[in-house]
């Protein structure tokens, strides 16, 4: 069975602090994304990944960036964390032909 | 722009009673169509798919959806629900030039079944 896992399931963080997220991956798979969920707005996508040492702007990039130094390793990073970026944070991962596969969640709250 | 919008926000329903979840998109180009489902404290997992072929595709649990291209729907079935079936419900899509590629989901519907 494919596993993705989060560094962590919850996470309290103060405004201006610098926040690491951790997603790890044990299937091989080239392709990897970083959403945010948010009541009423469904998934979105803040970063994405084809390859290690590659990335690609999803729709909401603004406030964040990501780190793939190694393929199985995904990470998503909040320079100075916000109040409007408490959320719900999915990672997941897929290979071609296939569907995408996400880890249990860090719920983060910014105070 | 792409776009996938699910009719329904919060869907009540009692044991036993039909279940069906609307989800249209806007989106250019021949597409992949995915039906999420979020039980309550789990992680996202795939209810169904449809990459190509028949275009009524079944899925876990007993739920099915049926593809309709010039509708641009993709909608979500299931004859008689439980309780257990209580979750929030998401269709995705993405290109089929980009399998694996980004998904673009809905809003998500939240089913309640009451037993």
């Known amino acids: 069975d494919v596993k993705v896992t989060q560094s962590s399931r919850y996470l309290v963080k103060r405004t201006g602090e610098k926040v690491f997220l951790e997603c790890v991956q044990d299937?091989?798979?080239?392709?990897m994304f970083w959403y945010r969920q948010d009541p009423g707005l469904g998934l979105r996508l803040i970063y994405f990944s084809y390859d290690v040492k590659m990335k690609e702007k999803g729709d909401i990039p603004e406030g964040y960036s990501v780190s793939r130094e190694k393929k199985e390793r995904f990470s998503l990073i909040l320079e100075s964390a916000s109040t409007n970026q408490t959320s719900m944070y999915l990672c997941?991962?897929?290979?071609?032909?296939?569907?995408?596969?996400f880890g249990p969640g860090t719920r983060l709250t910014v105070t | 722009a792409q776009s996938v919008s699910q009719h329904n926000h919060h869907v009540i329903l009692s044991e036993a009673a039909s279940l069906e979840l609307g989800c249209n998109y806007s989106?250019?180009?021949?597409?992949?169509l995915f039906w999420y489902v979020q039980y309550p404290g789990q992680h996202l997992q795939l209810l169904l798919k449809y990459f190509s072929g028949d275009p009524l595709v079944k899925g876990i649990k007993g739920f099915e959806a049926e593809f309709i291209k010039s509708k641009f729907s993709f909608n979500l079935r299931k004859p008689s629900v439980q309780w257990s079936d209580t979750a929030e419900y998401f269709c995705?899509?993405?290109?089929?030039?980009?399998?694996?590629?980004?998904?673009?989901f809905g809003q998500g519907t939240e089913l309640s079944v009451k037993p």
């Open positions: 995705a899509v993405n290109s089929i030039y980009n399998q694996g590629g980004k998904l673009i």
């Open positions: 989106y250019g180009g021949t597409v992949n």
């Open positions: 997941a991962s897929t290979t071609r032909g296939r569907f995408q596969y």
């Open positions: 299937m091989d798979h080239e392709n």
